[in-house]
């Protein structure tokens, strides 16, 4: 299939799979979309990973929770659609 696969919450995707990319060293895991002020606190707390789409500037509202991490991945997908769904 095309396009990104992910969780939606009313047509709105909230978490997306994300395969990485081992040639630039990056780990593939989950992506989820957290209010700014939470993205800001989770990667100053370094439970998280800003993510870079590929423009060179991390993304305000999205964070990336590589592999390894799927033991909170539960957790924080949950917030994500609580975030989305508050919006």
Known sequence: PKGAQGIKYNRKMFVMF???KPE???LG????????DRVTELIGN???EPYDPGTG???KDRVLLPFGT???WIEYCLESRDYISSK
Do not use: F, N, R, T
Request: hydrophobic share 30%; aromatic share 4%.
């Open 46 to 48: 370094g439970e998280v």
């Open 29 to 36: 895991g989950i992506i989820v979309q957290l209010s700014p």
């Open 70 to 72: 799927e033991d909170k």
């Open 18 to 20: 994300y395969k990485g």
């Open 57 to 59: 500037k991390a993304m």
């Open 24 to 26: 630039e060293g990056k």
